[in-house]
């Protein structure tokens, strides 16, 4: 059973950046086909993809959040980490780290998100 643990501030001030951290229970954070990745949940809304680092050390973001978002790693911690510049109240939701399995065969492909974390609060408010 795979644990993920979010951590960091739960009240960030607008223009700042937001920096959380996921810590992963076990030594699978290089493994080929899982993309760990952070998704949020705005109050009253539904879920939102943000990004992903791969077992590769690869990136992908969402497009509406690129230009503020980085995701990095540190292998020797087993952790990965989300950096959203800029933010504003909009950005204020539950951020979630999550374990994406994705895996193809020729045409062929599969993914789940199988673990997540609990989830932690951030508000953006002055």
């Known amino acids: 059973q795979v644990q993920l643990q979010e951590s960091g501030p739960g009240l960030v001030k607008p223009s700042q950046t937001l920096s959380l951290t996921c810590t992963v229970s076990?030594?699978?954070?290089?493994?080929?086909?899982?993309?760990w990745s952070w998704i949020r949940q705005p109050p009253g809304k539904g879920l939102e993809w943000i990004g992903y680092?791969?077992?590769?050390?690869?990136?992908y973001y969402s497009p509406s959040l690129k230009s503020r978002t980085s995701i990095s790693r540190d292998t020797s911690k087993n952790q990965f980490t989300l950096q959203l510049t800029s933010v504003t109240p909009e950005d204020t939701a539950v951020y979630f780290c999550?374990?994406?399995?994705?895996?193809?065969?020729?045409?062929?492909?599969?993914?789940?998100?199988?673990?997540w974390g609990q989830g932690t609060q951030v508000t953006v408010s002055s």
């Open positions: 999550a374990r994406l399995y994705y895996f193809c065969s020729g045409t062929r492909c599969y993914g789940e998100y199988k673990y």
């Open positions: 076990e030594n699978s954070i290089t493994t080929n086909y899982y993309y």
């Open positions: 680092i791969g077992g590769s050390g690869s990136t």
